[in-house]
């Protein structure tokens, strides 16, 4: 059951900003599903961060991109749709975040485990951060 829904903004993916989508009372479709209804959402987000000094930043950039994502990959879990990776320099640090995308729960659990809200970072990764999540963020897309 498809249900539409009047927007003032959203958020575009791989854009990284909000743009403004209501004009002239234009209504856009709804790509999930609201709660309540019998189906469930058509995918979740597992967002993680991690922080570098800015001397560890293209150290760790290299080894998230090279090593850590492919290896995601390389896994060939069942319903992983794939990762986004952003960098932000912060000053005193930079800021990295994860967004991975499933068909479903049962996908991130394959990934991560039971306990699938907890960070999965290889320790080769943690010698290069300074701080992390402890604990990854997971939402159901709703558009």
């Known amino acids: 059951m498809e249900q539409s829904v009047e927007h003032d903004e959203f958020y575009a993916p791989g ?13 856009i479709a709804r790509v999930g599903r609201l709660r309540g209804n019998e189906e469930a959402a058509t995918m979740i987000t597992r967002i993680w961060r991690g922080w570098t000094t ?3 930043a293209d150290a760790y ?7 850590v994502t492919p290896g995601i990959a390389a896994r060939e879990i069942a319903g992983y749709r ?3 990776v952003g960098r932000r320099d912060l000053g005193d640090e930079v800021e990295f ?9 049962d996908s991130v659990k ?3 485990g039971e306990t699938y809200e907890r960070s999965v970072v290889p320790p080769h990764a943690r010698e290069v951060l300074k701080r992390f999540d402890e604990a990854a963020q997971h939402y159901d897309i709703l558009l």
């Open 15 to 27: 854009r990284g900003s909000a743009f403004a989508h209501k004009a002239n009372g234009q209504r």
């Open 54 to 56: 800015p001397q560890n």
């Open 61 to 67: 950039e290299r080894l998230l991109l090279n090593e």
């Open 97 to 105: 975040v994860t967004i991975m995308r499933f068909d479903s729960l």
């Open 82 to 84: 794939g990762i986004t």
């Open 110 to 112: 394959a990934f991560a």
